[in-house]
C-alpha cells in the first residue's frame, strides 16, 4: 500500500482503522504511533503533500474538526493545554507524506514542544480504547 493515510479513507482491512469522526472532507483519527494519551490528527481525505494544495474548503474543514476536538478534550479529559500542527517535508520530523495535522495534548511535567514535534517520546497506551471512548464523546458533543 502507498499511502497508511489513504489506507485509513479506503478502510482497507491491512490498515488499523482509528477514525474518530469522518467528514465530506476530512478524517479525525486517533494517532496510531502517540506522544500522549488523546494524540489526534485530523487530515484531508484527498491524498495531498503540500500545505499550499488544502483548498480554502479542506482548510475550514479541518479547522472546525479542531475546535470541536479541542472542546471535547477540554471538556472530557480536562485537558488545558495542546501543540497543534504539520509536519511539512524533509527534515520536519513528518514520517507519513499525506498531510495531517497533530492535537497533542499536554499534561504537567513532560517534555517539550520539540521533543513532541522532533518524534523523540512515544507514549505507550491503547489507542483502540481511546478511540471508542472520543467516538462515544463525539456523538454526544
Ligand atoms: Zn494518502
Given at each position: 500500500m502507498d499511502c497508511i493515510?489513504?489506507?485509513?479513507?479506503?478502510?482497507?482491512p491491512l490498515?488499523?482503522?482509528?477514525?474518530?469522526?469522518?467528514?465530506?472532507?476530512?478524517?479525525?483519527?486517533?494517532n496510531l504511533f502517540p506522544y500522549n494519551p488523546g494524540h489526534i490528527i485530523i487530515f484531508p481525505?484527498?491524498?495531498?503533500?503540500?500545505?499550499e494544495e488544502l483548498t480554502?474548503?479542506?482548510?475550514?474543514?479541518?479547522?472546525?474538526l479542531t475546535q470541536k476536538t479541542l472542546s471535547i478534550?477540554?471538556?472530557k479529559w480536562a485537558v488545558q493545554g495542546f501543540n497543534l500542527g504539520y509536519n511539512?517535508?524533509?527534515?520536519?520530523?513528518?514520517?507519513?507524506?499525506?498531510i495531517h495535522q497533530h492535537i497533542v495534548p499536554r499534561f504537567?511535567?513532560?517534555?517539550?514542544?520539540?521533543?513532541?514535534f522532533a518524534n523523540t517520546r512515544v507514549v505507550i497506551y491503547e489507542p483502540f480504547g481511546m478511540q471508542?471512548?472520543?467516538?462515544?464523546f463525539w456523538k454526544e458533543f
Open positions: 493515510l489513504c489506507g485509513v479513507r479506503d478502510k482497507d490498515v488499523p482503522n482509528l477514525t474518530i469522526h469522518e467528514s465530506e472532507l476530512s478524517i479525525v483519527s486517533v481525505k484527498r491524498h495531498i503533500i503540500a500545505y480554502k474548503e479542506e482548510a475550514e474543514d479541518i479547522h472546525l478534550l477540554k471538556q511539512l517535508g524533509k527534515n520536519s520530523g513528518g514520517s507519513i507524506p499525506h504537567p511535567n513532560e517534555a517539550g514542544f520539540l521533543d513532541v471508542e471512548q472520543l467516538k462515544q
